[in-house]
């Protein structure tokens, strides 16, 4: 983390020159989506996610021409994750691995509209409970497994941790979450 | 194989993350052991539901205009302010260029085709969409109904832009607002999909062939123009670019149906 923040050569401050703003929208910004998926499930709170990956995107900009190659993705979400645990680290009473926090566990409005079953808005909460329950660690894997859909490289890449370590953590994260989670509901979606 | 050993590499075998060697020998194992081919059935089941049923929280609207807003006016800062650098970088720049007009002339005029395009009406046509956003400033008249929104543009624009109601399919109307754009009132319309929002910049172009260009990217938005009925319609949001296409056409034959002026 800390050797982004090397000295500016060129100058007092650098700025992106039309041709690397071009390659920043074409390349980083298509993952502002992710981004801000990331930050929520690691911080679990709305607000913060919103100013973490704020914060973040400031960064990248800044130091967009350390950005080579093509992978735009874990690029961005191995700044957006630092970020996020930069700022849990700051967080009073350290509040990671709190067993129950009940403002943590607002309910929020992830699928508006009537429309929306009951019994799928019930699932949709116990999962995102059971998710949001885990260590962080844990859940970091999860969510860039399971929700992004990225490689054990990738995910090694953006966690800065060997693949070893990644499987591990996946291996533990997902049985924590079935014995969370308990047995399958018998009408599950299939 | 023990199952033990079986139990401990389910995780990255359902991921396929093992050497082939590992994965067969484990494969093995599961065709044989009823108990671990069930453990693995668990593990299935958890990915699905995890995709299925964990909540996704794409980025709100007004966090991704702040950010690529502060990508943009970071990029200009460097242009206006960074004076020898600037005039130095400029001057290199033009000396690639040079060199690369001699050694390619298609490269180039890819190239300018780009540079135009950055400083073109699709910009000015993205940062109002941006700042409609930001600004807290979305609608000067709030209604899902077209016959609200349309009057209400009379005796402010020297022209009634045609308001189409498009809520059955999808695209309800916000409510419209007054921008300005090419150095001209234009009228502003706000439809919404989903928690997508969409701005329609529509003025008068008369003698314009109809004609609708492909969804383009600016920014991270996705930008449509056509013209039709001898408006000019500008499209832009941070919705996909199929959706947004569909929400065009839409526009295209709701415009020509209903509220002609």
Redesign the interface.
Known sequence: MTHERRPETAGPQRHLSPRELDRFNECVLPYLDAAHNLARYLLRDAHDAEDAVQDAFLRAIRHFDGFRGVDGRAWLLSIVRNTCFTRLRGRPSSGENVEFDEEIHIVEETAPGPEVDLARRAATEAVREGLDRLAVEFREVLVLRELEGLSYKEIAQVSGVPIGTVMSRLARGRKQLLLALGPPRAQGNR | MLCDDVL?????FL?D?LDPLRSREIQQHLDACPSCTDALG??K???E????????????DS??A???Q???S??S???V??R??GVT?RGWLGAAATVIAIVSGTWLFTSLQ??VS?GSIEREVVSSHIRSLMANHLTDVASTDQHTVKPWFNGKLDFSPPVSDLATSGYPLIGGRLDYLRGRPVAALVYQRRKHLINVFAWPDEGVADAETPPR????YHIIHETHGGMAYWIVSDLNSDELSSFGKLLATGGEKGQRP
């Open positions: 401990e590499r389910l995780s990255p991921d993350e668990r593990m089941e958890l990915a539901r995890l995709r299925a049923e964990a909540p996704y929280y794409p980025a709100p966090l991704r702040r950010v690529s502060a990508a943009w970071d990029a800062r460097g242009r302010t960074g020898h650098i970088a780009r540079h950055f990217t600016q920014q991270g």
